[in-house]
T-cell receptor, first 115, second 115 residues
Framework: GENVEQHPSTLSVQEGDSAVIKCTYSDSASNYFPWYKQELGKRPQLIID?????GEKKDQRIAVTLNKTAKHFSLHITETQPEDSAVYFC??????????????FGKGTLLTVNP | DTGVSQDPRHKITKRGQNVTFRCDPISEHNRLYWYRQTLGQGPEFLTYFQNEAQLEKSRLLSDRFSAERPKGSFSTLEIQRTEQGDSAMYLC?????????????FGDGTRLSIL
């Protein structure tokens, strides 16, 4: 089955700096890669996703890049703000005939943005 | 609120008791997923429904676990003869059907504590 590795497990940055979180996946058939933000005690919230036919996607201060050959994808947050502090999870799923779209998650990255 | 709702939010029970959780997906979503999340980990897939059909069960789902989605709307997850190791957050997610990957939207979860 799919295995997703996520690094680093914790990340501390100063407000205004950039943050980068990296994930690798094992199943070359995976083709959908969402990122979720989870604040303490709250539900995981989708912040951005990317499909395997795209190499990069941006949404304001958030961007995701995908390297299918190396089987890794990264989340980039620019101009970080204290409210960006949360746990971020990457995930991967395979969407092909008969698949069920289940997500395999990384272990998460605790991002702390210091004012 | 048209998001995914789960009930109860918290459940404390003694080892050996049975518990049942409910998930109401977003109304137009025909795919429903159950995940389990333990402290410091990402959500782990348990089972998946498309409409009322349960299409996959993870090996994490022992015989003590059963899930239903009788009319293709809400779903229930029952754990019989609970054990200490069942303590976790149980998350439900839903997504639309159709071609391609549709984002999964999560509920707030049910936190289960086994005494």
């Amino acid at each position: 089955g799919e295995n997703v590795e996520q690094h680093p497990s914790t990340l501390s940055v100063q407000e205004g700096d950039s943050a980068v979180i990296k994930c690798t996946y094992s199943d070359s058939a995976s083709n959908y890669f969402p990122w979720y933000k989870q604040e303490l005690g709250k539900r995981p919230q989708l912040i951005i996703d990317i499909r395997s036919n795209v190499g990069e996607k941006k949404d304001q201060r958030i961007a995701v890049t995908l390297n299918k050959t190396a089987k890794h994808f990264s989340l980039h947050i620019t101009e970080t703000q204290p409210e960006d502090s949360a746990v971020y999870f990457c995930a991967a799923s395979r969407n092909s005939g008969g698949s069920n779209y289940k997500l395999t998650f990384g272990k998460g990255t605790l991002l702390t943005v210091n004012p | 609120d048209t998001g995914v709702s789960q009930d109860p939010r918290h459940k404390i029970t003694k080892r050996g008791q049975n518990v049942t959780f409910r998930c109401d997906p977003i109304s137009e979503h025909n795919r429903l997923y159950w995940y389990r999340q333990t402290l410091g980990q990402g959500p782990e897939f348990l089972t998946y429904f498309q409409n009322e059909a349960q299409l996959e069960k993870s090996r994490l789902l022992s015989d003590r676990f059963s899930a239903e989605r009788p009319k293709g709307s809400f779903s229930t997850l029952e754990i019989q003869r609970t054990e200490q190791g069942d303590s976790a957050m149980y998350l439900c997610a839903s997504s639309q059907g159709g071609q391609g990957d549709q984002p999964q939207h999560f509920g707030d979860g049910t936190r289960l504590s086994i005494l």
